[in-house]
């Protein structure tokens, strides 16, 4: 009977635990390769949009954010339906900014910005739950910040271009408060007295004014469409 020499077998134990030692890590770095190539795969593009200023991409992932931002809008297996709806929202979105951002003026300071996420917060049952929605859809504290700032541009914008332009003659006031504020008053209210026409005054101008900035704003969004050049790129 032959006996190995204990240096040999040492050497063999040596190579073949080296040799294990390599294709486990051949393995592993399959393993990381495979996981980033199928974490750039999850996102895709969606749509492009250039009105005239520069060209915005729209990810699937800009997507599952502006769900993740809107209070009760399930975010575990979006349906076609939420996902384009969000894709039309996000579409107006990009052609505002991009006007917005030709006015260096109407940038938010970083107060407005914390007050503002401060705010969007407080439209979700918990400061817990709104974290664990921006968790869910991988949406960092930066890119909130700056999806944030965007939304303050764009109401800077807004304001700019429509609110300051607004008039609201006391005839419209009269006619609304006849045709509009008093019949609803009765209805949700019957048996109360109904407020008069100098009390309701301010709440009757605030309604109108809303109003007509959100009449502007369509009518400025269906001409920005209309110029735009809208590509979409994947269906959702």
Do not use: H
Request: a negative charge; one cysteine or more.
């Amino acid at each position: 009977m032959q006996t190995r020499k204990p240096s040999t077998d040492y050497t063999d134990c040596f190579m073949v635990n080296l040799g294990n030692l390599w294709i486990k890590g051949l393995l592993l770095v399959f393993v990381i390769c495979t996981q980033c190539s199928a974490q750039q795969v999850v996102d895709k593009m969606v749509a492009t949009v250039n009105a005239g200023v520069k060209t915005d991409l729209i990810t699937y992932s800009d997507l599952l954010w502006q769900l993740a931002l809107q209070p009760g809008t399930v975010l575990d297996n979006p349906t076609s339906a939420d996902l384009n709806r969000a894709l039309r929202l996000l579409i107006d979105q990009r052609l505002i900014l991009q006007e917005a951002e030709k006015l260096p003026s109407i940038v938010p300071t970083q107060k407005e910005v914390s007050d503002a996420r401060d705010e969007l917060a407080r439209n979700f049952p918990s400061q817990g739950e709104f974290q664990q929605r921006l968790q869910r859809v991988g949406l960092t504290s930066e890119k909130l910040d700056e999806i944030v700032e965007q939304r303050l541009k764009m109401e800077k914008y807004l304001d700019f271009r429509f609110r300051n332009f607004v008039v609201i003659s006391e005839k419209e006031i009269a006619d609304y408060y006849r045709d509009t504020f008093v019949p609803r008053f009765q209805a949700r209210s019957p048996g109360r007295i109904v407020p008069s026409l100098e009390q309701s005054r301010d709440e009757i101008e605030r309604t109108l004014m809303e109003a007509k900035i959100e009449s502007d704003t369509d009518a400025f969004l269906d001409t920005a469409r209309e110029r735009a050049e809208i590509v979409m790129l994947n269906d959702i």
